[in-house]
């Protein structure tokens, strides 16, 4: 016998004994055989080609799609809260020539608006130029609830209030190196 008739020979076995061990196997673990794994076969793609509502193969496609989709919903809520929580841990209140400032941010973490309050009994107050001459720069904040000042300031009320915005910013800065020299102490 040749060398290539032998090894032809012992493929041919080994393939007989596959086949043979895969039939047992499927016939000994599936109840019905090979006829329930082609009942189980056809009714696939039979439910997959049969209609409900809507054919089911379009379902197949959109039923992942809507797991995505909710996936990616319950994803951006949680950034949504995260973020909220950030926004929660900033600096919202600063005082400045004695007045108290509080301001809020945008989603984006940018300052949206800032007020003015008297330290005394936390009304509103706003700035007053001290003098009657628009022409004069100067000014104070006044309460009129309990007729606490402030310090005086010697520029435009446009001025101050720039000012307050650059001390607020200068306060997020400082918070900001504050939280990383605590991040860089923990680690
Ligand atoms: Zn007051």
Not at 1 to 24: D, F, P, Q
């Amino acid at each position: 016998m040749t060398e290539k008739n032998s090894t032809t020979i012992r493929n041919s076995i080994i393939v007989t004994l596959s086949t043979g061990a895969i039939h047992a196997l499927v016939t000994y673990l599936i109840p019905g055989g090979w006829g329930s794994v082609f009942t189980v076969i056809k009714a696939v793609l039979m439910w997959l080609g049969s209609t409900s509502a809507t054919y089911n193969w379009l379902l197949c496609i959109l039923i992942p799609c809507s797991v995505m989709l909710l996936g990616w919903t319950v994803m951006a809520l949680f950034a949504n809260l995260r973020s909220s929580d950030n926004l929660s841990s900033l600096p919202k209140q600063m005082t400045f020539l004695g007045v108290v400032f509080r301001w809020t941010y945008l989603k984006n973490g940018h300052v949206n608006s800032f007020a003015s309050f008297c330290p005394m009994c936390d009304f509103q107050i706003y700035p007053q130029p001290s003098s009657t001459y628009k022409a004069l720069p100067g000014g104070v904040y006044f309460c009129e609830n309990c007729s606490w000042q402030s310090q005086p300031f010697d520029c435009t009320i446009p001025q101050i209030e720039n000012q307050v915005l650059r001390k607020i910013d200068h306060c997020l800065r400082e918070h900001e190196r504050q939280q990383n020299d605590d991040h860089r102490k923990l680690t």
